[in-house]
């Protein structure tokens, strides 16, 4: 407001734009979520403006826009990494759940299956060996 809108306008042409921002994956349980290098950001010590018509609230203001900047990118990696996090829990979830409630039964009910079948097998197997041996008996008397 001290300056005037026009003011402010003629001298953000003379500031750069933001350097592209370099960024690196990091894996975390498997889980592959961005990282924003900020260490490596560079960003000018001293405004690139004239102070002779500017004024002390506007250094302020670019260094308060400075660290907002920052604060600003490393919300956005906590924001990536949690989101992608997230979704991978939602996945793992789902197939618990589908472990649960569809897997797992259905390998309880074959192992069922699959133990009464040896247990008629067996009681089978069992009546044709008695029988075998009733038969060789009468054949021997």
Sequence with gaps: M??????????????PEIPNVPTEVVNIMGVQVPRIQ???????NKPLYGYLHTSARL???????????????????VEGSI?????????????VNALEHIFIPRLNATQKYIEMQLQE???????????IKTIMEAQKQ
Aim: glycine fraction near 2%; avoid cysteine; proline fraction near 2%.
């Design 121 to 131: 097998r067996e009681r089978e197997d069992f009546f044709r060996r008695k029988r």
């Design 59 to 77: 250094d302020e203001a670019t260094d308060r826009f400075q660290n907002v900047l920052m604060q600003i990118l490393k919300l956005a990696e």
């Design 38 to 44: 900020i260490e490596e950001i560079e960003m000018p």
């Design 83 to 95: 989101e992608r996090l997230a979704n991978e829990i939602e996945k793992t979830k789902r197939r």
């Design 2 to 15: 001290i300056l005037g809108r026009e003011n402010v306008a003629d001298v953000t042409l003379s500031i």
